[in-house]
């Protein structure tokens, strides 16, 4: 934007975890705005991609991603907070009613007529350490992709623990020596994966 405080945000899915125990996860990456040109009325985030405090990567667990949902669906507001190293960082989604304009079509004047309305939008908010701060007005359309690619990664979460607990009961049963640890099982999903 021209007043140079913009933030490109992105949404990924991506593996996360340690060993054994690589789920997928939610990512969400931030840069801040470096600059504006007038001219071509285009905004410039490369030269903050190597700048710590103007770019920001978080990791949302499968709780937080239910949350996220649940959140966008119901139209309330959700904060988290994360604490990684010496940064501490909260999160804030929050819904709001976005003004627009309409263009109707008025059947007695076959004129088309302006009228103000609202449409539910949500806002974003990052902030970490209190002094780094992100913001992200979302459009009815970009709420539901984020909840589209969050039900993706919920499915493939899911999908991938249910085969590896059916890849273990298949190996039990041909008595091989592999145990639900090798197969990053927690050995009460054996019989309830819930």
């Not at 949404?11 to 340690?18: A, V």
């Not at 904060?79 to 008025?106: A, M, R, Y």
């Not at 939008?121 to 990052?126: D, M, Q």
């Not at 607990?165 to 640890?181: F, G, L, P, W």
Request: net charge positive; aromatic share 10%.
């Amino acid at each position: 934007n021209k007043a140079n405080t913009g933030v490109a945000f992105t949404f990924q899915i991506g593996e996360g975890g340690r060993g054994k125990d690589k789920e997928y996860a939610l990512y969400m990456h931030a840069i801040q705005q470096y600059s504006w040109d007038a001219e071509k009325r285009v905004g410039s985030f490369s030269e903050n991609k190597k700048d710590p405090n103007k770019t920001l990567t978080l990791k949302f667990n499968e709780t937080e991603c239910g949350s996220i949902i649940s959140a966008i669906e119901n139209r309330f507001e959700y904060h988290t907070f994360h604490s990684h190293d010496s940064n501490k960082t909260s999160i804030k989604l929050v819904p709001w009613d976005k003004k627009t304009k309409l263009s109707k079509l008025n059947p007695n004047t076959k004129k088309f007529e302006e009228e103000w309305v609202s449409i539910p939008a949500f806002g974003l908010s990052v902030s970490r350490n209190g002094n780094q701060n992100f913001k992200l007005p979302l459009e009815p359309g970009e709420c539901q992709c984020i909840v589209e690619l969050i039900k993706l990664l919920l499915q493939k979460i899911y999908i991938a623990r249910l085969e590896k607990i059916e890849n273990y009961k298949r190996q039990k049963m041909q008595n091989t020596s592999v145990t639900a640890e090798d197969l990053g099982i927690n050995e009460s999903q054996e019989e309830a994966p819930f």
